[in-house]
């Protein structure tokens, strides 16, 4: 599955950008065929950055994101949209998560 990610990163580029690029581009255009709860690019951004923030993101981080994130949180939103993509992180729950943060948990 490594290998099937460096497909997904453009070359020369750092984390912010590969973290744009799959969110932006790679992550809506799997969001279907995969069944995922969120289609649309600033949906993956939210849940993404809210977890890593560990709650609504712009409460813990200046905007624009991809301008304030740190190497740390840059490194680990990228890493998250890998494990996203791989199939290793379960989107619904990382939204479920980021819906609570912002009292829109959904009911069962």
């Known amino acids: 599955m490594a290998q099937q990610l460096e497909m997904f990163r453009p070359q020369g580029q750092d984390a912010v950008a590969r973290y744009l690029h799959l969110t932006r581009n790679v992550m809506p255009g799997l969001a279907r065929a995969r069944g995922w709860p969120v289609?649309?690019?600033?949906c993956f951004q939210r849940i993404v950055l809210d977890n890593v923030a560990g709650g609504v993101w712009y409460d813990?981080?200046?905007?624009?994101?991809?301008r304030n994130l740190t190497?740390?949180?840059a490194a680990t939103a990228?890493?998250?949209c890998?494990?996203?993509?791989?199939?290793?992180?379960?989107?619904?729950?990382?939204?479920a998560a980021s819906l609570r943060w912002r009292g829109k948990a959904r009911r069962p």
């Open 71 to 73: 190497a740390a949180q």
């Open 39 to 42: 289609v649309h690019d600033h």
């Open 82 to 95: 890998e494990a996203i993509i791989a199939g290793r992180a379960d989107l619904h729950q990382l939204n």
């Open 60 to 66: 813990r981080i200046a905007r624009p994101a991809h």
């Open 78 to 80: 990228l890493a998250l």
